[in-house]
């Protein structure tokens, strides 16, 4: 991981495997044991000296450690790659450099030195650009490593319940989301994605994106569906917040996505202060109103959401499938690193037939069990 401090992806994943789900000793927890634990960096409010005396696993000073605990034969079941937080340079289309691809390169030279892989989970995107993501995945398919990756979003829960009918004859999909460019305009593309895989004839790949922002994205309109956008803006819980007119004061940017089939899809990006949530609508042919659902997350602690995903990751590393195919990750982490050349490049329609990434969906999302009780972000 790149550090572990209170409510860092590491603390809302891995203290799942030490606290149980609830963060507090109280509830179930998965059928896993942390063993060992790599951080890459230690800031003043770091957790894993203190775990490590509290719950008996290793703190090491390299991966390679980590994974073969001393002796000369892998020494684990299943590795975790969470690289998320920190202090990292920015690239110079403005994203963060995570050290996801060294994580992973590292992790795959053990496999080779021991001849022996094990199933691996990345944290969210696989990299901030396309060349460290395809190494990642040509390696893994090279290596036979099962790998999984991506982010709590498609597991949680729906306002409402609802899923993308297999095989429908979806032809178009708006997504809103908030926050961060990156890091959280990926929850949004993949949660456009979970959905959108799920069409008739399954995933083809994308053939080309384009960033706009502000005016020019209502000037754009013409290239998604309003209604499909109307229905996304209507369901979103915290609409009741916002006063007057989207279009007329809101400067959001867009992500624009063409796919192959011709489907379509445009993910808005920042929808104001007090729209902190994850929307997707999509409209079928031959279905007169466009369905929409918010991917609703427990914004407090412990952050339930996350349980979803602790929990496809142990049945991953239990049977050595992985729920979900890597190639979604694969590909939207491929369509945001084009999004960001993109917006380097001013907004340039970008083609992109290295994204001709096909694949079947293999996971179904099922309504979860309600979500435990929340308590404030600086409580433990």
Request: hydrophobic share 40%; proline share 6%.
């Amino acid at each position: 991981m790149t550090h572990y401090t209170h409510n860092s992806h590491a603390d809302v994943i891995v203290s799942k495997l030490l606290q149980t789900y609830t963060l507090d000793g109280r509830g179930p927890r998965p059928n896993l044991q942390l063993v060992s634990l790599y951080a890459d960096q230690f800031p003043g409010n770091d957790l894993s000296r203190q775990l490590a005396k509290e719950h008996g696993f290793k703190l090491c000073d390299t991966i390679a450690e980590t994974l073969l605990l001393g002796g000369k034969e892998l020494a684990v079941d299943g590795v975790l790659l969470i690289g998320e937080h920190g202090k990292y340079p920015e690239s110079d289309t403005g994203q963060i450099i995570y050290p996801r691809r060294r994580f992973f390169e590292e992790t795959a030279a053990v496999f080779r030195q021991t001849g022996k892989s094990v199933p691996v989970f990345a944290d969210k995107h696989l990299a901030w650009n396309w060349e460290d993501a395809k190494w990642i995945y040509d390696a893994a398919h090279e290596l036979k490593i099962p790998l999984m990756a991506g982010s709590s979003v498609p597991g949680t829960w729906r306002h409402p319940a609802l899923e993308m009918r297999l095989g429908a004859p979806a032809r178009e999909a708006v997504g809103l989301s908030f926050g961060p460019l990156e890091g959280y305009g990926y929850h949004g593309l993949e949660a456009i994605q979970c959905l959108a895989e799920r069409r008739r004839g399954g995933e083809t790949g994308v053939a080309a994106v384009q960033f706009v922002e502000g005016d020019e994205v209502w000037n754009a309109a013409g290239r998604f569906d309003m209604g499909v956008f109307a229905a996304a803006a209507n369901a979103r819980e915290a609409k009741n917040r916002f006063k007057g007119e989207l279009r007329d004061a809101l400067k959001p940017a867009a992500f624009f996505i063409e796919y192959i089939d011709g489907f379509r899809a445009v993910l808005v990006h920042d929808m104001g202060a007090a729209n902190s949530e994850w929307v997707v609508a999509w409209s079928e042919e031959k279905r007169a109103e466009p369905e929409a659902t918010v991917f609703w997350t427990q914004e407090a602690r412990p952050l339930g959401h996350f349980t979803f995903l602790v929990q496809a990751i142990e049945k991953m590393f239990q049977s050595g499938v992985p729920e979900w195919p890597v190639e979604r990750t694969l590909l939207t982490t491929g369509i945001l690193a084009a999004i960001f050349q993109s917006r380097k490049q001013g907004g340039t329609r970008i083609e992109t037939p290295h994204l001709a990434i096909a694949y079947q969906p293999t996971f179904t999302w099922t309504e979860p069990d309600s979500p435990p009780a929340g308590r404030a972000f600086d409580q433990q």
